[in-house]
């Protein structure tokens, strides 16, 4: 339909919602919807994820872990975004679970209360780049709320498109841009005092994880192999750097591939020098949406991803 909003199912496609607990390393199902494509989860708290789905932005209570209960699409609770456009899936919780901030696709950031939603407040303007063209697509915020980590896109007079890795003020929406130059940045996350992301700095074309440290414009490798790495996410506790995996060649973070989703230390994130294996936790049907944002719950014990199967 030309009037549908956000991505939508193709025929014989089934989006659901799992959480994964690190300890066992087990998942269980907990939504599956033929009717709706939902994307991007966030943990509001123990019963409650964020996620989008039809340009909106929708709450999902938790059914209890014991009781082998799947939800579907009538147990989605509307956000409501006064004032906000259509959405896309970068969105990220505000530490005090006070407020989310969304991704328009307009380009802009809007900050929307929660939980009860209400008027989206924006806080980026992109006309301020004329004519420059500019899009912000957010990722990330500090543990403390005092910066948004966000991939600014801008499309240069010349026709040049570059995306660059800024730390954004949460009041003003003015970016300090962290990357400067012709890589392909994206998938950018706060880790404390570092920032993480993923870049084709290192390997055109190929998608690898790096860090930055603090004071320093030198990104730091961590992963080195030949899959396509994207969108990382530290735990809370930063033990864990959780990370979408495609397969080699693959270009971009598209949507319904065969995918996994990887575990490495945290620690590598701040310098540790160890060899280690990417632990493979889960291979599924997915890819866009599965975990563009931070999905990690607050005491670091498990996250939330989605997949979507296709059934022949």
């Known amino acids: 339909m030309s009037?549908?909003?956000?991505?939508?199912?193709?025929?014989?496609?089934?989006?659901?919602?799992?959480?994964?607990d690190v300890a066992s390393r087990s998942s269980r199902l907990v939504f599956e919807s033929t009717t709706v494509l939902v994307e991007a989860p966030n943990v509001l708290d123990d019963d409650t994820l964020v996620l989008n789905g039809n340009g909106d932005l929708w709450l999902l209570p938790l059914p209890p872990a014991d009781s082998g209960t799947v939800l579907d699409a009538s147990a989605l609770v509307p956000v409501p975004m006064d004032g906000a456009p259509e959405i896309n899936n970068d969105h990220v919780l505000d530490p005090s679970g006070s407020s989310v901030v969304v991704t328009g696709?307009?380009?802009?950031?809007?900050?929307?209360?929660?939980?009860?939603?209400?008027?989206?407040?924006?806080?980026?303007?992109?006309?301020?780049?004329?004519?420059v063209r500019r899009k912000f697509y957010l990722h990330g915020i500090a543990a403390d709320g005092s910066a948004l980590a966000a991939i600014v896109g801008e499309l240069s007079e010349d026709g040049v498109w570059t995306t660059d890795v800024a730390r954004v003020d949460p009041d003003t929406g003015e970016p300090t841009f962290l990357t400067r130059d012709e890589y392909a940045d994206d998938g950018c996350t706060f880790a404390g005092e570092f920032v993480v992301f993923n870049t084709e700095?290192?390997?055109p074309g190929t998608a690898q994880l790096a860090a930055l440290w603090p004071g320093s414009d030198q990104p730091v490798r961590i992963t080195n192999d030949d899959r396509v790495n994207w969108f990382p996410?530290?735990?809370?506790?930063?033990?864990?750097?959780?990370?979408?995996?495609?397969?080699?060649?693959?270009?971009?973070?598209p949507a319904d591939h065969r995918v996994e989703l990887r575990l490495l230390p945290g620690a590598l994130?701040?310098?540790?020098?160890?060899a280690v294996v990417p632990e493979t936790l889960v291979v599924l049907d997915g890819g866009q949406g599965t975990i563009n944002v931070p999905p990690w719950s607050p005491d670091s014990t498990w996250f939330a991803y989605c997949d979507y199967p296709v059934t022949a």
């Open 233 to 253: 996410h530290v735990a809370p506790d930063g033990e864990h750097l959780l990370h979408l995996s495609y397969e080699p060649g693959v270009q971009g973070h």
């Open 269 to 274: 994130v701040r310098g540790a020098r160890i």
């Open 201 to 203: 700095r290192f390997t």
């Open 3 to 20: 009037d549908a909003r956000g991505r939508q199912l193709l025929p014989g496609q089934t989006s659901r919602v799992h959480v994964y």
């Open 105 to 131: 696709r307009d380009g802009e950031l809007y900050r929307v209360p929660l939980p009860d939603g209400g008027t989206a407040t924006r806080i980026t303007d992109v006309a301020a780049a004329l004519p």
